[in-house]
């Protein structure tokens, strides 16, 4: 099952997709979609109103937006990938490298990547599968991981990485509004049978600049949220984006950073596409 935001003359909702229809879930939208994940997980009311026969919508009417507005953390890891360790050279992490990013970077599926001009000169990009936890986790084993995951959505961990070196970690070069693209919608962990085999594409102006499989992660989707639960709670609405692959910008020779105008594409086999164009303002 597709789970997406949408907004529909006007109205932001809480939306399942079928095909190219999408059907209202709740009667009003929630505070955030964190509750609606706390409420789709329940066998309730609103995981019968996921079986009735609402009247649907064409998806070409609406806008998918950010399928998440309010996670209480979106924990983001970092060099996961075999090939995109190769390119940068760097070491491998001996434990899931986390850090986080905050809700005000999260954007929609094809809005703007604003940037303030004179910000960076070194915008980058990073295709990604991401996990929507659903059910609290804490000390939960990489066997126990999967009971708690809702589902999977497409993010893109945009960086600024004049920003993410100078500073000597990496908070703000991850942190500037618009830098992270979610969705378009959350496909349900049910509809993922093995998440660590999974195409993983990104596109600068139609140019393939990415293109790997999650199994090229050092550490899979089980055993990084079993790690991350030893000490931190995970809570249903919870991102955690699992790492990018060889092809980043930087990692490029020569290196490729975006400007404005650029559009970016990042694709996940089976969960889907965002599709992001950069605008620079003044």
């Known amino acids: 099952m597709k789970i997406a935001r949408v907004r529909h003359q006007g109205r932001i909702m809480a939306a399942r997709v079928e095909r190219d229809t999408v059907y209202p879930v709740l009667p009003e939208e929630p505070r955030h979609m964190a509750d609606a994940v706390r409420d789709l997980v329940a066998d309730g009311t609103a995981a019968r109103v996921l079986r009735a026969d609402v009247p649907g919508v064409a998806l070409a009417d609406v806008e998918l937006l950010s399928p998440l507005t309010a996670p209480q953390k979106i924990v983001c890891i970092g060099l996961n990938y075999a090939d995109h360790i190769r390119e940068t050279g760097l070491e491998t992490p001996s434990a899931p490298l986390a850090f986080v990013k905050t809700a ?61 070196f100078a500073d000597g970690q990496w908070f703000r070069g991850k942190n500037f509004d618009d830098f992270c693209p979610l969705g378009p919608w959350i496909v349900t962990a049910d509809e993922v049978p093995d998440p660590q085999d999974l195409a993983v594409t990104a596109r600068v102006n139609g140019t393939t600049v990415q293109d790997s499989s999650t199994k090229e992660m050092i550490f899979g989707v089980a055993e990084t949220i079993a790690y991350l639960s030893r000490f931190m709670t995970l809570f249903p609405g919870d991102v955690i984006a699992t790492g990018t692959p060889h092809g980043v910008g930087m990692g490029r020779d020569p290196q490729l950073w975006l400007g404005d105008g650029d559009v970016v594409e990042v694709e996940v086999e089976g969960i889907g596409l965002l599709r992001n164009q950069v605008v620079v303002t003044d």
């Not at 954007?107 to 960076?120: K, Q, S």
């Open 104 to 164: 005000h970077t999260l954007t929609g599926p094809t809005a703007p990547v604003h940037v303030a001009r004179g910000t960076t000169a070194q915008l980058d990009w990073e295709a990604e599968l991401a996990v929507v936890v659903g059910r609290t986790a804490r000390n939960v084993t990489a066997e126990q991981a999967a009971e708690h995951v809702f589902g999977y959505t497409v993010a893109n961990d945009v960086s600024a990485r004049d920003a993410q």
